[in-house]
């Protein structure tokens, strides 16, 4: 079964510090994985994916994350905060059926110190 | 370019209403399209999905239905709202072909 997992329901760090944001996935099948941000009162902005081929995805923003199959994690980073990165964070994971449903973890706040 | 439009933006019911949300997609056709929930302060529930016109797949039973009357129109209903209704409720497609959503802006609903 189609699971994720995200480690951290809050990450503080200061501006200009890394952001590391852990994504842990379980899937039947090979998997395609996404990072969604979603700042307050707004919908989901998809800020990367990846499907087949290079594991080192970048995204906008300045966001990036690798695909590890042996550690079968898919982490967001970047290299400096900024205050305007401060929102939530979702990781997800595709399904196994038809439908083209994602599998969503349960999102990582991110606070940004000035 | 696609565009995914949700109405009304902020709704406040009382315990017992009925309720009407609208998710309209533009510039695709035949979108799978998909009503998640976030509690506050908890991840997205997704609530029910639809590949095609009348085709509705429920992820959780519960107080709600969706309807998809038309191809890019997507609705989500209930009889009689409950407290525990309240949420933000996110509208998203995705073309058949890949996983990739994209979502609406959201309605804010609160139930009194």
């Known amino acids: 079964a189609q699971s994720v997992t995200q480690l951290g329901s809050h990450v503080s760090v200061s501006e200009g510090a890394l952001v590391l944001l852990r994504c842990n996935y379980s899937?039947?099948?090979?998997?395609?994985l996404f990072w969604y941000v979603q700042y307050p009162n707004q919908g989901l902005q998809l800020l990367l994916k990846?499907?087949?081929?290079?594991?080192l995805v970048k995204g906008i923003n300045g966001f990036e994350a690798e695909f590890k199959k042996s550690e079968t994690s898919f982490h967001l980073t970047k290299p400096s905060a900024h205050m305007s990165d401060a929102a939530e964070y979702f990781c997800a994971v595709s399904g196994a059926d038809s439908s083209y449903k994602l599998i969503f973890g349960s999102g990582t706040r991110l606070l940004v110190r000035p | 370019s696609q565009t995914i439009h949700q109405w009304p933006a902020t709704l406040v019911q009382p315990v017992g209403s009925p309720l009407s949300l609208e998710c309209t997609v533009e510039?695709?056709?035949?979108?799978?399209l998909y009503w998640y929930r976030q509690a506050a302060g908890r991840g997205l529930q997704l609530l029910f999905y639809s590949v095609g016109i009348g085709q509705i797949s429920s992820e959780v039973p519960q107080n709600l239905s969706a309807s998809r009357p038309q191809d890019r129109q997507f609705i989500l209903s209930s009889k009689k709202l409950l407290l525990s209704d309240s949420g933000f409720y996110l509208c998203a497609w995705c073309r058949g072909i890949s996983y990739e959503q994209y979502f609406g802006p959201g309605t804010r609903l609160t139930v009194t």
């Open positions: 990846y499907t087949t081929g290079a594991t």
């Open positions: 899937s039947s099948v090979p998997p395609y």
């Open positions: 510039g695709t056709s035949n979108p799978n």
